[in-house]
Nanobody
Framework: QVQLVESGGGLVQPGVSLRLSCAVSGGTFSNYGVGWFRQAPGTEREFVAS????????YYAESVKGRSTISRDNAKNMVYLRMNSLKPEDTAVYYCAAGLRHNGGSLTPYEYWGQGTQVTVSS
């Protein structure tokens, strides 16, 4: 069973940067594509970013494109999402998700999900 654990969330001020981490265990990590999603109160979960299982292919939501970077470290079984210039509208619970040989994006379902980490952007 693949398990994902997010970390790195917190209360931050607008304009700062934050790096979220996703630790993946229970499978051959290099075979899994990983995505980040977020859900703000009263809204549906939305796609944020993803990285293909084999690397080298990235997708970003328009709302974070240009100020976010997703990366993976296969040696550590970790995926990271760095977000710069944070805005109050980035406030949400952030989830990472994994899919076997997932090519990224939001159209193909992900099989495994973490519990989420709260990010609050407020002055």
């Amino acid at each position: 069973q693949v398990q994902l654990v997010e970390s790195g969330g917190g209360l931050v001020q607008p304009g700062v940067s934050l790096r979220l981490s996703c630790a993946v265990s229970g499978g051959t990590f290099s075979n899994y594509g990983v995505g980040w999603f977020r859900q703000a109160p009263g809204t549906e979960r939305e796609f944020v970013a993803s990285i293909k299982w084999s690397g080298g292919s990235f997708y970003y939501a328009e709302s974070v494109k240009g100020r976010s970077t997703i990366s993976r470290d296969n040696a550590k079984n970790m995926v990271y999402l760095r977000m710069n210039s944070l805005k109050p509208e980035d406030t949400a619970v952030y989830y990472c998700a994994a899919g076997l040989r997932h090519n990224g994006g939001s159209l193909t379902p992900y099989e495994y999900w973490g519990q989420g980490t709260q990010v609050t952007v407020s002055s």
